[in-house]
């Protein structure tokens, strides 16, 4: 059974930093996507980012670029997602995904 946990949301204040976690168990497949998404209420999911086992290349939404950043331990398959400077509209629900598993989220809200 593949299982992931995300954690590391709180509330912070604007212009703050976060470092969220996620580790993927269950999941024996050496190639595969690892990333995160979020949603906040009213709102489509958003993806944030996106890294590729195979070629280690990363994708950043437009609305990440420049403020977040993620690492990938692909032997123990985890990621973090460093998020910096952060506004009012990134907070959301953050769920990490492996291919096309995800598990529960961690909540972050930022305050102006």
């Known amino acids: 059974e593949v299982q992931l946990q995300a954690s590391g949301g709180g509330l912070v204040l604007a212009g703050r930093s976060l470092r969220l976690s996620c580790a993927a168990s269950?999941?024996?497949?050496?190639?595969?996507?690892i990333g995160w998404f979020r949603q906040a209420p009213g709102k489509e999911r958003e993806e944030i980012s996106c890294?590729?086992?195979?070629?280690?290349?990363?994708y950043y939404a437009e609305s990440a670029k420049g403020r977040f950043f993620v690492s990938v331990d692909n032997a123990q398959k985890t990621v973090h997602l460093i998020m910096t400077g952060l506004k009012p509209e990134d907070s959301a629900m953050y769920y990490c995904?492996?291919?096309?598993?995800w598990g529960q989220g961690t909540l972050v809200t930022v305050s102006s």
């Open positions: 995904f492996i291919t096309d598993y």
């Open positions: 269950g999941f024996t497949f050496d190639d595969y996507a």
């Open positions: 890294s590729s086992s195979v070629d280690g290349t990363t």
